[in-house]
């Protein structure tokens, strides 16, 4: 089974581990066993690494999946939220290592595939190279460390501007993608809200501009995902199905801050509690989901032969 694990499991790891803090005023239980289940599916994906070095180094060859594990250090940064009650200030270090692997990955990612680009090969696991760094935003204030959140939220802005352009041409000028990776296009929903969520967390003196059209722009974006996410759950399993978590549940954080943000500011809009309760559904329904689904693949005696990315 571990032989078997799919690196974009680590995109699943990600998503509990957003889950938990998107649940977490509603049970500090709940979110404790997002978090277990998040650190659990972190240190199978160690012991792989560990036991069968060859297959990540294969993995780490292809854009697509050396893009998704750049959700491994993000989920690695969420989890140090998680540790800090526990073990106290010492927690940052892991936070640290998190953004050191990110930042690393960031690198090997621009000297083997930026440097040799092509535009074909270009999907949207190039957002969570990215614009991925900003989970420190939005985990900055917990180590009150809001400086670095602020710089890392200027990097994943302006990458996430970018690679807006990029990749929706790519995906409108090349519309033939292979079917393994076409759940990965739920990605969109996140770099956006991930901006939205790191700069209400860590930029100190806010835009209510810059507010608006981050949320406006996340949530068109997220509407239009969520109308063709249809169409992908009905499709054969593949490792991409971790797409079905993370971006849901960021969204759904993102928008809910906004909501939180704007109350204080003394403007209610009652609608917003809706949206965000339904995405709040949404993602959980899509978070545990993805899960059954990658137990099926790698329980021996349910073993597809779903083609791997």
Not at 24 to 29: C, D, I, P, V
Not at 60 to 76: C, D, H, L
Not at 224 to 237: A, E, G, H
Request: charged share 10%; glycine share 4%; with cysteine.
């Amino acid at each position: 089974m571990i032989k078997k694990l799919p690196l974009p499991i680590s995109g699943v790891m990600l998503g509990f581990a957003a889950l938990g803090n998107l649940l977490q005023s509603y049970s500090e239980a709940i979110r404790l066993i997002c978090g277990i289940v998040s650190l659990i599916l972190g240190l199978l994906l160690i012991f792989k690494a560990i036991l069968y070095p060859f297959i990540f180094k294969e993995d780490m060859q292809n854009p697509i999946m050396a893009g998704v594990s750049a959700t491994f250090p993000m989920a690695i940064m969420l989890l140090s939220t998680y540790v800090k009650p526990l073990i106290g200030q010492p927690a940052i270090f892991i936070w640290y290592f998190g953004i050191l692997l990110h930042i690393i990955l960031i690198a090997y990612f621009t000297i083997k595939f930026i440097f040799n680009f092509d535009i074909k090969k270009v999907f949207t696991p190039y957002f969570i190279v990215y614009v991925g760094l900003a989970v420190s935003s939005v985990s900055a204030p917990i180590f009150e460390k809001t400086t670095i959140g602020t710089l890392s939220f200027w990097f994943a802005f302006i990458m996430c501007m970018l690679l807006l352009i990029i990749v929706t041409y790519r995906y409108s000028k090349y519309k033939e993608i292979p079917p393994p990776a076409k759940p990965l296009f739920c990605i969109y929903a996140a770099p956006v809200s991930l901006c939205l969520a790191g700069y209400i967390q860590s930029v100190q003196r806010k835009s209510l501009l810059m507010i608006g059209f981050l949320a406006i722009l996340s949530f068109i974006i997220y509407i239009m995902v969520l109308l063709k996410l249809p169409k992908y759950l009905k499709m054969q399993f593949f490792p991409s199905y971790s797409a079905f978590t993370f971006p849901f549940v960021i969204s759904g954080i993102a928008l809910k801050m906004t909501m939180a943000y704007l109350t204080k500011l003394g403007y209610t809009i009652v609608i917003l509690k809706y949206i965000v309760l339904l995405q709040t559904i949404i993602a959980i329904l899509l978070v545990i989901y993805t899960l059954y689904r990658f137990i099926l693949f790698l329980l021996p005696e349910r073993q597809n032969n779903s083609i791997s990315q």
